[in-house]
């Protein structure tokens, strides 16, 4: 399991050059931030989380790219450089604010199940970001009520989690939701590297 972490100690933990662990990242890496943005606040007041966001690395050896494959508000799923969040975030030449860190599941997943998870995404791709699950969220935390909704949009953690799920990979909801911290929290994550 990925140790229980503080906002402190994440911001202890050594930095590691993307640079130097690049050529390590494999699909299926998982990638946690822990944004200073204002929504990412909300997400981890509600979730008692030093975590905001969720998404999975993929990688294309052919073509040289590692990306991160995340459900993003009013954005939806997409796929976006890593090297984005470290350089460019949201085109302002400026690094994503808050903390990156990289996970990996504890076992390999071979490469035909991570296919299965990286083509469920990829067939996902532009669907949209379930921005109204963040209030249904809220409402079944703060008032203790209420079921998921099952729809086809996501939040970050619901697209990590049916990808993984289609290889073979399931993640526990907390009550009846799933945030980062619940994949977080998962015994077989284990983080590899703080990149930002």
């Known amino acids: 399991m990925a140790e229980p972490i503080t906002k ?9 050059r993307y640079e ?10 998982i990638f946690f931030s822990s944004g200073s943005y204002m929504f990412s ?33 009013y954005v939806g799923i997409r796929l976006m450089p ?7 975030y949201k085109g302002k030449r400026r690094p994503y604010k808050g903390q ?15 296919n299965k998870a990286i083509s469920f995404g990829l067939d996902e791709l532009t669907r949209p970001y379930d921005n109204k699950e963040i209030l249904r969220i809220m409402m079944r935390i703060l008032f203790k009520m209420g079921k998921k909704e099952k729809n086809r949009n ?3 953690s619901e697209l990590v ?19 980062p ?16």
């Open 41 to 73: 606040g909300i997400i981890q007041r509600l979730t008692r989380s030093v975590w905001s966001h969720v998404a999975i690395i993929y990688k294309d050896d052919e073509l040289g790219r590692v990306m991160v494959m995340e459900a993003e508000p």
């Open 20 to 29: 130097k662990i690049r050529d390590h990242l494999r699909t299926g890496h």
């Open 82 to 88: 890593l090297s984005k969040y470290l350089y460019d």
């Open 8 to 16: 402190k100690q994440l911001k202890e933990l050594p930095v590691i």
């Open 154 to 156: 996501y939040i970050c």
């Open 161 to 179: 989690r049916d990808a993984f799920a289609k290889a073979g990979v399931v993640f526990t909801l907390n009550d009846s939701y799933i945030s």
């Open 100 to 114: 990156i860190v990289l996970a990996k599941l504890n076992f390999e997943l071979g490469k035909d199940k991570l």
């Open 181 to 196: 911290q619940e994949i977080w929290k998962d015994p077989r994550i284990e983080l590899k590297y703080r990149i930002l």
